[in-house]
Nanobody
Framework: QVQLVESGGGLVQPGGSLRLSCAAS????????MGWYRQAPGKQRDLVAV???????NYLDSVKGRFTISRDNARNTVSLQMNLLQPDDTAVYYC???????????????WGQGAQVTVSS
């Protein structure tokens, strides 16, 4: 069974930095896309950043130049370095892994438990 475990998050002042990490466990052969979504209270869950197994990245416009996504394919991990954080970045951040292939086949749309990021002075 595939599980995603997140770490990081917390409270930071505007302009500060945080790093989120996510590790996928299970007897995994490959993961196509890994990414981060966020959901603020009363709002929908939005894609923040995604990276494919080949290294192609895509970012939400509002985080471009401030956030950097990276992954380690050998360790099945993905990280999100968040710099110049702003109050509008406050949300629960969720790790996502799509098309995860194991000896039992491929499954889709796995989620981590969520990590609270609060940007406030």
């Amino acid at each position: 069974q595939v599980q995603l475990v997140e770490s990081g998050g917390g409270l930071v002042q505007p302009g500060g930095s945080l790093r989120l990490s996510c590790a996928a466990s299970g007897r995994i052969f490959s993961i196509n896309r890994m990414g981060w979504y966020r959901q603020a209270p009363g709002k929908q869950r939005d894609l923040v950043a995604v990276v494919t197994s080949g290294g192609t990245t895509n970012y939400l416009d509002s985080v471009k130049g401030r956030f950097t996504i990276s992954r380690d394919n050998a360790r099945n991990t993905v990280s999100l370095q968040m710099n110049l954080l702003q109050p509008d970045d406050t949300a629960v951040y969720y790790c996502n892994a799509d098309q995860v292939c194991t000896i039992r086949g491929c499954t889709y749309d796995h989620w981590g438990q969520g990590a609270q990021v609060t940007v406030s002075s």
